[in-house]
């Protein structure tokens, strides 16, 4: 059963840099797309990115600018930067894989496993 | 870039009850690439249809979806006490996009 495991600084002041990394348990990166999604205190969802096995990138266009996710397939993690950061960017980030299957001549795609989340917040 | 809209913003009902949550997008919605998830307080979202009508995995039979094009529906035909959550759709078509979730709460 695979696990995700996400982790990095939790308390950031503005202007500096979100680091996460999300570790894959039980599993590879082959074959699905690693996704980051958070959720701003009492918010709703907001997809940020995703990064493919094959290293094929895909960002939120509201947060393009300030986006960078990248994957090491030797360690089975990937992550996830944003620069720049504000009290905005607060939120809880959760990592998700994501499986992209042809059925019925679409190409479609859902996140079925999802990490805890963690806490991130940015104050001065 | 899609805007998916949720509505009502809050559904209060009974244990029993039917559920009938709305999902509208700001323009057609190619292949029906629509999913729902489900998310308890203090969880992560749980996957519950993807391609607007087909339920995920383990996903009880109370639990269904239908629309296409700019509409969709997620019903949930007897509410069970574990049901009362915040609902999103999500659209994977043009990039992706979460809609702002409606609240199921109890009556």
Redesign the interface.
């Known amino acids: 059963q695979v696990q995700l495991q996400e982790w990095g600084a939790g308390l950031l002041k503005p202007s500096e840099t979100l680091s996460l990394t999300c570790a894959v348990y039980g599993g590879s990166l082959s074959g699905y797309y690693w996704t980051w999604i958070r959720q701003s205190p009492g918010k709703g969802l907001e997809w940020i990115g995703e990064i493919s096995h094959t290293g094929i990138t895909k960002y939120n266009p509201s947060l393009k600018s300030r986006v960078t996710i990248s994957g090491d397939t030797s360690k089975n993690q990937f992550s996830l930067k944003l620069s720049s950061v504000s009290a905005a960017d607060t939120a809880v980030y959760y990592c998700a894989r994501a499986t992209i299957t042809m059925i019925r001549g679409g190409l479609h795609y859902w996140m079925d496993v999802w990490g805890k989340g963690t806490t991130v917040t940015v104050s001065s | 870039?899609i805007v998916l809209t949720q509505s009502p913003g809050t559904l209060s009902l009974s244990p029993g009850e039917r559920a009938t949550l709305s999902c509208r997008a700001s323009q057609s919605i190619?292949?029906?690439?629509l999913?729902w998830?489900q998310?308890k307080v203090g969880q992560?979202?749980?996957?519950l249809i993807?391609?607007a009508s087909?339920r995920?995995t383990g996903i009880p039979d109370r639990f269904s979806g239908s629309g296409s094009g700019t509409d969709f529906t997620l019903t949930i035909s007897r509410l069970e006490p574990e049901d009362f959550a915040v609902y999103?759709c999500?659209q994977?078509g043009i990039?992706?996009?979460?809609?702002?979730?409606t609240k199921v709460e109890i009556k």
Do not use: I, K, V
């Open positions: 870039d190619s292949n029906s690439y999913s998830y998310q992560a979202p749980r996957l993807y391609g087909s995920a999103y999500h994977y990039s992706r996009a979460f809609g702002q979730g």
